[in-house]
Each structure stands twice: as structure tokens, then as C-alpha cells.
């Protein structure tokens, strides 16, 4: 079974910067696509970035040209850069990951989200 751990969420002012990762643990699993969605008090859960295994990359239109999505295959973790933050970056983060085993078909994961606070 697939495990993640997030980290790198907190409190930043506007126009700060965080990176949050999300590391995969397990075994017998291959990662395909890796990804990260917030979601607003409020608001609907949406898409921030999304990366696939070999590195092509989709963003939320709010987001582009100030976010990364990168990824790490050796230690199955995805990060996500975050500069020039905006107060309506505010959002819980999940972290979500697209897996297959042996004989099975792809599965999805979530992590457990993580709280990005941007003040003004």
C-alpha cells in the first residue's frame, strides 16, 4: 500500500515562498502521474500542478508562471515550488498520486493536506 507524507506548508507573507513535498513510501508500486490540488474555505477542490513520469507538467491557470512541479523519481516525492504567494493562494494542499501494481489496475492516493496561509 502507498503512503505519503506531506511537508512545507505554514504561514508566509504576501510574495513569500514555500515548497511543499510529498514523499511516496512502500513497495512492489510504480508512480505514474503525481500531483497537487488545494482547496479554499468556501471553494471547490482544484487542480494546482500535475506532473507525469516523464516530466510533463500542467498548471492551474492561477498559478502559472509562479509555481514548479518537480519531481524526484529515485525517492518517489513530488515537490511544489511556491513563490510570489497571494493571499488567495490560502488553501489546504493535498498531494495526490496516480500508482499501479503488478497486475492491477492504476489507482489514485491522497496525502492528508497541508495548510498554506498567505497574509496581506
Known amino acids: 500500500q502507498v503512503q505519503l507524507v506531506e511537508s512545507g506548508g505554514g504561514l508566509v507573507q504576501a510574495g513569500g515562498s514555500l515548497r511543499l513535498s510529498c514523499a511516496a513510501s512502500?513497495?512492489?508500486?510504480?508512480?505514474?502521474?503525481m500531483g497537487w490540488y488545494r482547496q479554499a474555505p468556501g471553494k471547490q477542490r482544484e487542480l494546482v500542478a500535475a506532473?507525469?513520469?516523464?516530466?510533463?507538467?500542467n498548471y492551474g491557470d492561477s498559478v502559472k508562471g509562479r509555481f514548479t512541479i518537480s519531481r524526484d523519481n529515485a525517492k518517489n516525492t513530488v515537490y511544489l515550488q511556491m513563490n510570489s504567494l497571494k493571499p488567495e493562494d490560502t488553501a489546504v494542499y493535498y498531494c495526490?498520486?496516480?500508482?499501479?501494481?503488478?497486475?492491477?489496475?492504476?489507482?489514485?492516493?491522497w496525502g492528508q493536506g497541508t495548510q498554506v496561509t498567505v497574509s496581506s
Open positions: 495526490n498520486v496516480k500508482y499501479q501494481r503488478m497486475f492491477y489496475s492504476e489507482s489514485d492516493y
Open positions: 512502500g513497495s512492489g508500486f510504480r508512480l505514474n502521474a
Open positions: 506532473i507525469t513520469s516523464g516530466g510533463s507538467t
